[in-house]
Nanobody, 126 residues
């Protein structure tokens, strides 16, 4: 049974940094792609970043490119999202997700993922 557990969210001032983590268990992740999504109040869940576990190829939404960095630690089975230069519009619940099959939906689509974590709140405010 796959489990994804996010941690590290919190309150940060605009311009600040935060790193959130996703601890993965229950299955081999070597053939997976791991994604981060976020959902602000009243908005749809949106793609933030993804990393292909096997070769660490990364993908980013335009809104976070150059500010956020996704990475993974194979030994700890953990995926990270380093967020710098945070803006109030980055405020959201951030979700970790995993996918194994490259089916109909792309890695930017919530429907393209098999498993989800419970989310961690990130609030950017002064």
């Amino acid at each position: 049974q796959v489990q994804l557990v996010e941690s590290g969210g919190g309150l940060v001032q605009p311009g600040g940094s935060l790193r959130i983590s996703c601890a993965a268990s229950g299955r081999a992740f070597s053939s997976s792609t791991m994604g981060w999504f976020r959902q602000a109040p009243g908005k749809e869940r949106e793609f933030v970043a993804a990393i292909r576990w096997s070769d660490e190829r990364t993908y980013y939404a335009d809104s976070v490119k150059g500010r956020f960095t996704i990475s993974r630690d194979n030994a700890k089975n953990t995926v990270y999202l380093q967020m710098n230069s945070l803006k109030p519009e980055d405020t959201a619940v951030y979700y970790c997700a995993a996918r194994w099959a490259t089916g109909t939906y792309s890695y930017t689509n919530v429907r393209g993922y098999n498993n989800w974590g419970q989310g961690t709140q990130v609030t950017v405010s002064s």
